[in-house]
């Protein structure tokens, strides 16, 4: 298996501008998060789907920050407009089951991330 | 408010020697922890976990303990290695919330050949 697939790998924007952030999830996992690294505040949840259905958005920062997911092998994070404290790392994650699987080391895996640069 | 807090955000450990990253955590729905670890431009990578049935668990050189009645949790890597030098995250999962778990901040190890 290719794992978690992210794109772009780095991107550098200006200030204003919408970026889309693109996950491939491991084929036959029914959970997608969105984490963000920082420094400041190491890694946050941003978002959570299950089963292509958003759960728990409750760490998107602000209304220019949308996720979606409209099929089990895809899911994009899109911020619009760009500023440069979003200048962070992303990373998208999946999971195959619910609890049942947390507790049988059926963890969530990580893509490489994104790294976002917004000048 | 940080439910999950690694108070250090460095720690610097000679070759063969232990290494013991914290964790501490608020949340008394929290009941099964794990330890992730981070090398540079990767995502981070399951490492150990935990039950809050249990006050430790082993696998290899790497032991994770937990102390439910401070809150606190800690990973133990013995004999260090430089290869073990990454970002450990603690994160933990709540009882009530499936699969989405709550990461610390991280720390990064350095061990020194």
């Known amino acids: 298996d290719a794992g978690v697939i992210q794109s772009p790998r780095h991107e550098v924007t200006e200030m204003g501008q919408e970026v889309t952030l693109r996950c491939k999830p491991i084929s036959g996992h029914n959970s997608l998060f969105w984490y963000r690294q920082t420094m400041m505040r190491g890694l946050e949840l941003l978002i959570y789907?299950?089963?292509?259905?958003?759960?728990?958005d409750s760490g998107m920062p602000e209304d220019r920050f949308s996720a979606k997911m409209p099929n089990a092998s895809f899911s994009t994070l899109k911020i619009q407009p760009s500023e440069p404290r979003d200048s962070a790392v992303y990373f998208c994650?999946?999971?195959?089951?619910?609890?049942?699987?947390?507790?049988?080391?059926?963890?969530?895996?990580f893509g490489p991330g994104t790294r976002l640069l917004v000048l | 408010d940080q439910q999950v807090k690694q108070n250090s955000p460095s720690l610097s450990v000679q070759e063969g020697r232990i290494s013991i990253l914290n964790c501490d955590y608020t949340?008394?729905?929290?009941?099964?922890f794990l330890w992730y670890k981070k090398y540079p431009a990767e995502g981070p990578t399951f490492l150990i976990s935990?039950?809050?049935?249990?006050d430790k668990n082993e696998d290899g050189r790497f032991t994770v303990f937990l102390n439910k009645s401070a809150k606190h949790l800690s990973l133990h890597i013995v004999p260090s290695q430089p290869g073990d030098s990454a970002v450990y995250f603690c994160?933990?999962?709540?009882?009530?919330?499936?699969?989405?778990?709550?990461f610390g901040g991280g720390t990064r190890l350095m061990v020194k050949p």
């Open positions: 789907f299950n089963n292509n259905v958003p759960i728990d």
């Open positions: 935990i039950s809050s049935i249990k």
């Open positions: 994650a999946s999971s195959p089951t619910g609890r049942e699987g947390l507790l049988t080391k059926e963890t969530q895996y």
């Open positions: 949340n008394s729905m929290f009941d099964y």
């Open positions: 994160a933990a999962s709540a009882r009530n919330a499936g699969n989405m778990l709550t």
